[in-house]
């Protein structure tokens, strides 16, 4: 099994920058991605950037420019920098590890919850003035 905890919750102003984490632990493969997804209250989960244990990356078109996705491998960490943020970039941030799918090869798979195989709980940024 793998677990994965989110942490960086926050409340920033629009324009502002917030960084969210995800550390993972347990019985990590090889080769892994880690993603990130949001939630929006009344919306459905989607998939905002991607990372591979290799460094590949990948990024939704709502957050490419203003998003930055870095990894450590040694700690199993993957952040997520956030920059220029925008009311519609609200909602729970979750991140999430698939197993075996290079799904940084492309947006519609780095964003597809499908291909994911074990989730964290969440955590929330709020952005509002």
């Known amino acids: 099994q793998v677990q994965l905890v989110e942490s960086g919750a926050g409340l920033v102003q629009p324009g502002g920058s917030l960084k969210v984490s995800c550390v993972a632990s347990g019985l990590i493969p090889g080769n892994y991605a880690i993603g990130w997804f949001r939630q929006a209250p009344g919306k459905e989960r989607a998939g905002v950037s991607c990372i591979s244990s290799s460094g590949d990356t990948n990024y939704a078109d709502a957050v490419r420019g203003r998003f930055t996705v870095s990894r450590d491998n040694a700690e199993y960490t993957v952040h997520l920098q956030m920059n220029s943020l925008k009311p519609e970039d609200a909602g729970v941030y979750y991140c999430?590890?698939?197993?075996?799918?290079?799904?940084?090869?492309?947006?519609?798979?780095?964003?597809?919850?499908?291909?994911?195989?074990?989730w964290g709980q969440g955590t929330q940024v709020t952005v509002s003035s």
């Open positions: 999430a590890l698939s197993a075996g799918i290079r799904v940084t090869t492309n947006q519609a798979m780095c964003t597809k919850a499908a291909f994911y195989d074990y």
